[in-house]
Nanobody, 120 residues
Framework: QVQLVESGGGLVQAGGSLRLSCAAS????????MSWYRQAPGKQRELVAVISSDGGGNYLDSVKGRFTISRDNAKNTVYLQMNNLKPEDTAVYYC??????????????WGQGTQVTVSS
């Protein structure tokens, strides 16, 4: 059974920091592309950051320089370090994993989400 379990969300003042964690089980984590998405009330879910199996990362423009995605394959965990948080970062943050199979297909997995609230 595949599980992606997020933790680390909470309430923080603007300018503060949070570190989100996503612990994966049931997948070949080291070969999976892992991402963080977020969804604010009334808005579409958006990709915040992605890290490939080889550790390369990409970011949403609005979080570049403030957020850092990383992974620890030994712990099957992906992290999102969020610094200098802004009220507009308030959202439910979701962990996402894509496992690419040898037959060319891929399977997408989602966590349950963790709330991040940034007060002004």
């Amino acid at each position: 059974q595949v599980q992606l379990v997020e933790s680390g969300g909470g309430l923080v003042q603007a300018g503060g920091s949070l570190r989100l964690s996503c612990a994966a089980s049931g997948i070949r984590f080291s070969s999976a592309a892992m991402s963080w998405y977020r969804q604010a009330p009334g808005k579409q879910r958006e990709l915040v950051a992605v890290i490939s199996s080889d550790g390369g990362g990409n970011y949403l423009d609005s979080v570049k320089g403030r957020f850092t995605i990383s992974r620890d394959n030994a712990k099957n965990t992906v992290y999102l370090q969020m610094n200098n948080l802004k009220p507009e970062d308030t959202a439910v943050y979701y962990c996402n994993g894509i496992v690419y199979r040898s037959d060319g297909y891929s399977t997408v997995y989602w966590g349950q989400g963790t709330q991040v609230t940034v007060s002004s």
